[in-house]
């Protein structure tokens, strides 16, 4: 067969091999091991694809079988009934006395097209963006709650829907549990379903809680603003959206700072979602809503707003009549109030003083008496558990308690006498200095520097813990200035935390309620008597009773005492007066009067020594009345070898030298922390001496008051007593001049 001319036959030039050699193929063995990971590769993948699919098959079933499981429990849905009235809440005295009757307005139901559009808008900005996009549960709502909770960007979220706090107001309890939230989202599913919208939206409007007693816009509108909720403006409607966060904390006339600050945030939502333009959020931010004022209305309604406010805590949602008995006393009440009342009348002008708060409990914690105000109808506010303001000395005898715990006792001596810390310079009411003073008469004269002296002893950091062991629950700034009540607090903590001074060193648990039942008779809720335990050992309670004995018999509110009673306490007085405090007590009752300004403006001198103390006079002596006289703890903690020093213990030898013409004896060497007699080791602290950071004082604080800016700290910033700067270390300061006249007494010791 002839070949093909156009066959091409291969050539083998000399390294010319390119176009004719062949790929080259793996051996055998490479291709075995290649084989298996290809193959391990694609049954990794198919796995994991296996498992995910059966995971999530595995957790459809589990969260089918907890909606069956928890949807088995509610009632029938078809039985579901929407409550035709709100209840009504009566609150009882401790003696069974009608103290105040909150019976819950509903207002009458308002269609949603008889409101302005911007009011439904307001609810939806705020608390359901995406009200028309869900089936009643968000998915991506939560997960952006949960991004943002765990990022900590714009406080802490929420994720439920407006359809599931109806669900939620409507038909369960206020806890928050696991099961609650499924029942929740159960029967927001099937509102959505029975429900359109629209209908939900109205539901939700007409039936949730806005404070105060008001259920349902309509009711809200009268109740705040004076009229209904088709007529209200889009400032008044931010106020009423807010709400919905903390209806009894935000409502406007009990908290108008809180209400308008958290109108502006839903203004701003609103315009951020395009429902009104930044013109009109602007005309809205300038011209905010204002609630109505009460007329007639006593100081009960501070007691009874707090027991509402712990009500919601107590019992949770309420769909019943229910009586309420509480610790209040309708008599000391009344003498609380009138206390108050007359002499903020009789002096508030001259000390310029325009508010007020009074505040008793007994030793075990129950509140007898709360006063938020001088008038509830010109504002609700209740200082006495929502002001927090400076105690100043009032304050101390948390300090000199560490002291004394940290090994000093009433009789050690320390120095009164200037002080500089780091440039700052604590003093003395009078501007004057007394040299080496016990403890006992430091503390009964409120000498500021032998406070700083003790604080810095024992360490800051270990006052504030000792402030919050005995019952303050606010934040203490940890520095130097803390000795001197710079940490503002409540008035309602701080005698709670005086409280363990009179029952013998127990830490008590501020409570106004008793019982809660239904109109029935059935219980919902009692109080089981119950503490916080021992913060106090007994000779340290034994001590400080001793020392704030002197207050009231020698020192800075000699002006307080009860006759027949034994009585204890301590006054304050914030920098340039701007609060004015004592806080006193016996075996039965303790009690605390603040006085100053809503704006923190200085009063005439108004001091804890003066005005405070004759309120507190006033009502002890009216509320103690025909009760049973009680001693206050005390015990022996005084040591036999530790005497006094020659120029505390025996001041007549001076006068005996005038007369003899014999010198004085001089005066034996001797430690200046005296040992108390068999007292236990004091409680690990571990922060005696280190040093926290100063922060700075607060700006209106005169000069030489003012503390230096924080700075880092040396370990010996914070010393002993014998390295604390003495009377020699500083130039002593002058007496200041044009000061009222005053008597000697007044002179060196002040006000407190």
């Given at each position: 067969?002839?070949?093909s001319?156009?066959?091409?036959?291969p050539r083998?030039?000399?390294?010319?091999?390119?176009e004719l050699?062949?790929?080259?193929?793996?051996?055998?063995?490479a291709?075995a091991?290649?084989?298996p990971?290809?193959?391990?590769?694609r049954?990794?993948?198919?796995?994991?694809?296996?498992?995910?699919v059966?995971?999530a098959?595995?957790?459809?079933i589990?969260?089918?079988?907890?909606?069956?499981?928890y949807?088995?429990?509610?009632?029938?849905?078809d039985?579901l009934?929407?409550?035709?009235?709100?209840?009504?809440?009566a609150?009882l005295?401790?003696?069974g006395?009608?103290?105040?009757?909150?019976?819950d307005?509903?207002g009458?139901a308002?269609?949603l097209?008889?409101l302005?559009?911007?009011?439904p808008?307001a609810?939806?900005?705020i608390?359901?963006?995406?009200?028309?996009?869900?089936w009643?549960?968000d998915?991506?709502?939560?997960g952006?709650?949960?991004?943002?909770n765990?990022?900590?960007?714009g406080?802490?979220?929420?994720?439920?829907t407006l359809?599931?706090?109806?669900a939620?107001?409507?038909?369960?309890?206020?806890?928050?549990t696991i099961?609650?939230?499924?029942?929740e989202?159960?029967l927001?599913l099937w509102?959505?379903r029975?429900y359109s919208k629209?209908?939900?939206?109205?539901?939700?409007?007409?039936r949730v809680?806005f404070g105060?007693?008001a259920?349902?816009?309509?009711a809200a509108a009268?109740?705040?603003?004076?009229?209904?909720?088709?007529t209200?403006?889009?400032?008044?409607?931010?106020?009423?959206?807010?709400?919905m966060?903390a209806?009894?904390k935000?409502a406007?006339?009990?908290n108008p700072?809180?209400?308008?600050?958290?109108?502006?945030q839903?203004?701003a939502?609103?315009a951020?979602?395009?429902?009104i333009?930044?013109a009109?959020?602007?005309?809205?931010?300038?011209?905010?809503?204002?609630a109505?004022?009460d007329?007639?209305a006593?100081?009960?309604?501070?007691?009874a707003?707090?027991?509402m406010d712990m009500?919601?805590d107590t019992?949770g949602?309420?769909?019943?009549?229910?009586?309420v008995?509480t610790t209040i006393?309708?008599?000391?009440q009344?003498?609380?109030?009138?206390?108050l009342?007359q002499?903020?009348?009789?002096?508030?002008g001259?000390?310029?003083?325009g508010?007020?708060?009074?505040v008793?409990i007994?030793p075990?914690?129950a509140?007898r008496?709360?006063?938020g105000?001088?008038d509830?109808a010109?504002?609700q506010f209740n200082?006495a558990?929502s002001?927090?303001?400076?105690?100043g000395?009032a304050?101390k005898?948390?300090v000199?308690?560490?002291g004394?715990?940290q090994?000093?006792?009433?009789?050690?001596?320390?120095?009164?006498?200037?002080?500089?810390i780091?440039?700052?310079?604590?003093?003395n009411?009078?501007?004057?200095?007394l040299?080496?003073?016990?403890?006992?008469k430091?503390?009964?004269?409120s000498?500021n520097t032998?406070?700083?002296?003790?604080?810095?002893?024992?360490?800051?950091?270990t006052v504030?813990?000792?402030?919050?062991?005995l019952g303050?629950?606010?934040?203490?700034q940890?520095n130097a200035?803390?000795a001197?009540?710079?940490?503002?607090?409540?008035?309602l903590?701080?005698v709670?935390?005086?409280t363990p001074?009179?029952?013998g060193?127990?830490?008590?648990?501020?409570?106004?309620i008793l019982?809660?039942k239904?109109?029935?008779?059935?219980?919902?809720?009692?109080?089981?008597s119950?503490?916080?335990g021992?913060?106090?050992?007994p000779?340290?309670?034994?001590?400080?009773?001793?020392m704030m004995?002197?207050?009231?018999?020698?020192?800075t509110?000699?002006?307080?005492?009860?006759p027949?009673?034994e009585?204890?306490?301590?006054?304050?007085?914030s920098?340039?007066?701007?609060?004015?405090?004592?806080v006193?007590?016996?075996g039965?009752?303790?009690?605390?009067?603040?006085?100053?300004?809503?704006d923190?403006s200085?009063?005439?001198?108004?001091?804890?020594?003066?005005?405070p103390?004759?309120?507190?006079?006033?009502?002890?002596?009216?509320?103690l009345k025909?009760?049973?006289?009680?001693?206050l703890p005390?015990?022996?903690w005084?040591?036999?070898n530790?005497?006094l020093?020659?120029?505390?213990?025996r001041p007549?030898?001076?006068?005996f030298g005038?007369f003899?013409?014999?010198?004085?004896?001089?005066?034996?060497?001797?430690?200046?922390?005296p040992?108390p007699?068999?007292l236990p080791?004091p409680?690990p602290?571990?922060?005696?001496y280190?040093?926290?950071?100063?922060?700075?004082?607060p700006?209106d604080?005169?000069?030489?008051d003012r503390p230096p800016?924080?700075?880092?700290?040396?370990?010996?910033d914070f010393?002993?007593?014998?390295?604390?700067?003495?009377?020699g270390s500083?130039?002593?300061?002058r007496q200041r001049?044009?000061a009222?006249e005053r008597?000697?007494?007044?002179?060196l010791?002040g006000?407190?």
């Amino acid at each position: 067969m002839a070949r093909s001319d156009k066959r091409r036959e291969p050539r083998f030039d000399d390294g010319d091999y390119g176009e004719l050699r062949a790929e080259r193929r793996p051996s055998p063995r490479a291709r075995a091991r290649k084989a298996p990971r290809r193959r391990r590769s694609r049954s990794f993948f198919g796995a994991l694809i296996y498992w995910s699919v059966t995971m999530a098959l595995w957790g459809a079933i589990a969260a089918g079988g907890l909606a069956a499981y928890y949807g088995s429990r509610l009632p029938p849905i078809d039985q579901l009934a929407v409550p035709k009235r709100p209840p009504n809440i009566a609150i009882l005295d401790v003696n069974g006395e009608l103290l105040a009757n909150r019976g819950d307005t509903g207002g009458a139901a308002v269609r949603l097209a008889d409101l302005p559009p911007y009011v439904p808008k307001a609810f939806i900005a705020i608390e359901d963006r995406r009200f028309y996009a869900h089936w009643g549960v968000d998915p991506i709502g939560i997960g952006r709650a949960v991004v943002r909770n765990v990022t900590g960007r714009g406080g802490m979220q929420g994720g439920s829907t407006l359809t599931q706090q109806l669900a939620k107001n409507l038909f369960l309890t206020q806890e928050r549990t696991i099961s609650r939230k499924i029942q929740e989202a159960i029967l927001a599913l099937w509102l959505e379903r029975k429900y359109s919208k629209d209908q939900i939206l109205e539901l939700y409007l007409n039936r949730v809680y806005f404070g105060s007693g008001a259920y349902g816009v309509e009711a809200a509108a009268e109740r705040y603003f004076g009229h209904g909720a088709s007529t209200i403006t889009l400032s008044e409607a931010a106020v009423l959206a807010g709400l919905m966060k903390a209806p009894s904390k935000l409502a406007p006339d009990r908290n108008p700072e809180g209400a308008a600050e958290r109108a502006a945030q839903v203004i701003a939502a609103m315009a951020q979602e395009g429902h009104i333009t930044e013109a009109v959020a602007k005309a809205a931010l300038a011209h905010p809503a204002a609630a109505r004022r009460d007329v007639g209305a006593g100081s009960i309604n501070y007691a009874a707003d707090y027991v509402m406010d712990m009500l919601d805590d107590t019992v949770g949602a309420i769909d019943r009549d229910i009586v309420v008995t509480t610790t209040i006393d309708s008599r000391m009440q009344m003498a609380a109030e009138g206390a108050l009342k007359q002499a903020l009348d009789e002096k508030g002008g001259k000390f310029g003083v325009g508010q007020g708060a009074l505040v008793a409990i007994d030793p075990t914690g129950a509140i007898r008496a709360l006063v938020g105000g001088r008038d509830y109808a010109q504002s609700q506010f209740n200082r006495a558990v929502s002001a927090k303001r400076q105690p100043g000395s009032a304050f101390k005898p948390f300090v000199y308690l560490a002291g004394l715990e940290q090994g000093l006792t009433p009789d050690t001596v320390r120095e009164d006498g200037p002080l500089n810390i780091k440039g700052w310079r604590p003093e003395n009411y009078s501007r004057q200095y007394l040299g080496p003073v016990t403890l006992t008469k430091a503390l009964s004269l409120s000498l500021n520097t032998v406070a700083v002296r003790v604080g810095l002893e024992v360490g800051p950091k270990t006052v504030a813990k000792t402030a919050h062991r005995l019952g303050v629950q606010s934040d203490l700034q940890a520095n130097a200035s803390i000795a001197l009540g710079t940490s503002e607090v409540t008035p309602l903590e701080l005698v709670a935390a005086y409280t363990p001074f009179a029952n013998g060193g127990i830490a008590v648990q501020p409570h106004a309620i008793l019982r809660v039942k239904t109109a029935a008779g059935k219980t919902l809720y009692q109080r089981r008597s119950a503490s916080l335990g021992r913060v106090i050992a007994p000779q340290y309670v034994a001590m400080m009773n001793d020392m704030m004995r002197e207050t009231l018999l020698t020192g800075t509110a000699r002006k307080a005492a009860l006759p027949g009673w034994e009585a204890a306490g301590k006054t304050g007085t914030s920098q340039d007066f701007r609060d004015a405090w004592f806080v006193g007590y016996t075996g039965r009752l303790i009690a605390g009067v603040w006085l100053g300004n809503d704006d923190n403006s200085p009063t005439k001198r108004a001091s804890g020594g003066n005005l405070p103390v004759e309120i507190w006079s006033r009502f002890m002596n009216l509320a103690l009345k025909g009760e049973p006289v009680a001693g206050l703890p005390s015990g022996a903690w005084r040591s036999e070898n530790a005497a006094l020093p020659e120029e505390i213990a025996r001041p007549i030898d001076d006068l005996f030298g005038l007369f003899t013409g014999e010198s004085r004896p001089a005066a034996q060497p001797q430690s200046a922390r005296p040992a108390p007699a068999q007292l236990p080791p004091p409680p690990p602290q571990g922060d005696a001496y280190e040093p926290p950071p100063m922060a700075d004082a607060p700006q209106d604080w005169p000069a030489h008051d003012r503390p230096p800016p924080s700075a880092s700290r040396a370990p010996d910033d914070f010393l002993p007593p014998e390295d604390i700067p003495t009377v020699g270390s500083i130039e002593r300061p002058r007496q200041r001049r044009g000061a009222p006249e005053r008597n000697i007494f007044e002179e060196l010791f002040g006000g407190g």
